[in-house]
């Protein structure tokens, strides 16, 4: 896969705004680049920082796939049946509305569990991300390709295996891009609800300290995770969905 410059001259052109910035400002709101790269390495360096960065990419990865299940079989659902359709699609709409915050006084409420709270708060901000991408993946199906798939008389496995899923899959992989990108701000607020170790208690902390430099150095932590984790998925759907790339150079 050949890597594009792009991307590289966006983040250092970012890197060379902070840094001028940080040259016309105290360092306690602006901290150079430098400073936050050494605090970066005590956190890489530290086995307590480090266990915490681990916690939080757990609790992303569980509450995605938590969110993953049911809202891939929901949007399946609703594909397959018009009626499911009608009755879930506007609850979905309704969730999607509901605040972040909002999920967080829910689950305090209701779940004495920490981590269960904090993954029942990933879960349902990203559960309708998923059910409407695979639902529009699904009703995206070539009526042509369906007909020809249903004139071999397929088993319903068959037809899962061979129709739904191949179709579904852009879907898929669009949903886990976006959801990485949109957990990583709920994750943090989450985990200020009696947590003891991850992200967002760990930004906690270094606010009560009005430590900027430290607060920068997770942040950049957990943008890190999301843009490696979106990385890995896009690896995987590259490989999975080559057979496109092979049919298009066909043509």
Do not use: C
């Not at 879960?123 to 695979?134: E, N």
């Amino acid at each position: 896969m050949r890597l594009r410059k792009e991307p590289f001259i966006s983040f250092v052109a970012l890197v060379a705004v902070w840094e001028v910035t940080a040259h016309f400002f105290p360092p306690f709101l602006f901290p150079s680049t430098l400073t936050i790269g050494k605090e970066i390495l005590v956190i890489l360096g530290d086995p307590k920082q480090v266990v915490s960065a681990i916690a939080t990419a757990l609790r992303i990865l569980a509450g995605m796939a938590g969110a993953f299940v049911a809202g891939g079989l929901i949007g399946v659902w609703m594909g397959m049946s018009p009626r499911v359709e009608r009755y879930v699609h506007p609850l979905l709409t309704f969730n999607q509305g509901i605040p972040a915050l909002s999920w967080v006084v829910f689950s305090v409420i209701w779940f004495k569990s920490t981590e269960f709270r904090i993954w029942f708060i990933i879960a349902m901000t990203t559960l309708p991300a998923f059910a409407f991408q695979i639902y529009d993946s699904y009703r995206a199906m070539s009526k042509d390709l369906v007909e020809m798939t249903l004139s071999f008389r397929p088993s319903r496995w068959d037809k899962f295996r061979t129709l739904i899923v191949p179709s579904i899959l852009p879907g898929i992989a669009t949903a886990w891009k976006v959801n990485l990108g949109n957990v990583a701000r709920v994750v943090v607020v989450a985990e200020l609800v009696g947590a003891t170790v991850g992200v967002g208690f760990e930004l906690l902390q270094r606010q009560q300290l009005f430590d900027m430099a430290g607060a920068m150095a997770w942040t950049m932590v957990l943008v890190l995770f999301v843009v490696v984790s979106q990385g890995v998925v896009t690896l995987l759907e590259t490989s999975l969905l080559r057979y496109r790339a092979q049919s298009e150079r066909g043509l």
